[in-house]
């Protein structure tokens, strides 16, 4: 693999009932669904095309990655694979260490190419970089190459206000951390109506 920065973004295949379950327990299955098919679609035409970085579409179930008429034929696909989100994320930044690699999620309306090109850039001085989430979480994580630590992501508690300090963590005192600006992952209702009030 190349030493290209890599924007990885994860997504799962976009089936009725199956995308932001938290979301369409208030606001229902089809306009949970609609509003992801929507945010994931503007995001890749945003993103997909930059000439500063490859852009990857990490899919989960992994049977989409091959198949399926949900996305931009532009965009390379690769499969997420088995484990929790950790793990999944893990498994991309190894797959494209030679370069640095930024994972972003498709559920990140407010997202622009600049956030992701100041992201590559930091990560010319630092060793990771994060895009702190308004829930506790991370919208964007980001990596140097071939630094990938095993246990970056090592019992971390997904979906909850604790995953960006349970992430930190993980790292020592000598890692070089940058922050990016705070964004809103829309995943309940308060960070839906704040989108749509936005």
């Not at 199956?18 to 994931?40: H, M, P, S």
């Not at 001085?125 to 630094?147: E, I, K, N, S, T």
């Not at 992430?167 to 000598?174: H, I, Y």
Request: net charge positive; hydrophobic share 45%.
């Amino acid at each position: 693999m190349s030493s290209a920065n890599h924007l990885v973004v994860f997504a799962r295949a976009p089936e009725l009932g199956r995308v932001k379950r938290r979301l369409a327990a208030v606001i229902g299955d089809v306009q949970a669904w609609r509003f992801y098919r929507r945010t994931t679609a503007e995001m890749l035409r945003r993103l997909a095309g930059d000439p500063r970085w490859r852009c990857w579409l990490a899919v989960t179930p992994d049977r989409f990655a091959s198949a399926g008429r949900f996305w931009p034929a532009r965009v390379r696909r690769i499969p997420q694979g088995e484990g929790d989100l950790g793990a999944r994320m893990m498994r991309s930044m190894r797959r494209l260490e030679a370069g640095s690699v930024v994972i972003i999620g498709s559920d990140i309306p407010g997202i622009q190419a600049a956030h992701i090109a100041d992201a590559f850039a930091r990560l010319g001085r630092h060793d990771v970089v994060f895009g702190p989430a308004a829930d506790g979480g991370y919208w964007l994580v980001g990596v140097r190459p071939r630094w990938p630590a095993p246990d970056l992501f090592r019992g971390v508690r997904w979906s909850s206000a604790d995953a960006l300090s349970g992430t930190l963590a993980n790292l020592d005192r000598r890692q070089k951390v940058a922050f990016l600006e705070t964004l809103d992952d829309v995943d309940d209702a308060d960070s839906y109506a704040r989108w749509r009030g936005g």
